[in-house]
């Protein structure tokens, strides 16, 4: 007699799929986030990780998985603990805001001026203007 043999779900992401896992998106949209704010190109890193830029972009879009060497050497390279990359316990996915080339841009750029009281009074705007938007709508 013959044993009855369940069949195992195939996954919905992962290897073999063409669908990247979850988190690989996430440690990608990091590491690509990173990059931005220290308004590095992927040229530039894939120079000093010794890859090509292409493979920096299978990275950043979840395609190929980061080995954990690999992201020690980019957490290096980016002056952030390896922990940043990672999502937060019960985090699947996270706000396009950081995705989000203008958002990077601008909080580069806020940081690179030194006046703290023009940084103070951009923030004021930026608040005063969101809370206009948000009664708008």
Known sequence: MRKATKRKKAPAYGRGT??????????????????????????????????????????ESGANRVSASRLW???????????????EEGEQNESDLSDRTESIELVRLFYMIADPKIRRQLLDMVRVSAAREGSNR
Not at 25 to 34: L, N, T
Not at 45 to 55: D, M, N, P
Not at 74 to 87: Q, R, S, T
């Open 73 to 87: 050497e980019i957490a290096a390279v980016l002056n952030m603990p390896i922990a940043y990359f990672f999502p």
């Open 18 to 59: 063409g669908v990247p896992d979850p988190v690989d998106v996430i440690v990608g949209r990091r590491i690509r986030a990173r990059r931005l704010l220290l308004d590095m190109n992927q040229q530039e890193l894939a120079r000093k990780l010794g890859v090509t830029f292409q493979q920096v972009q299978k990275y």
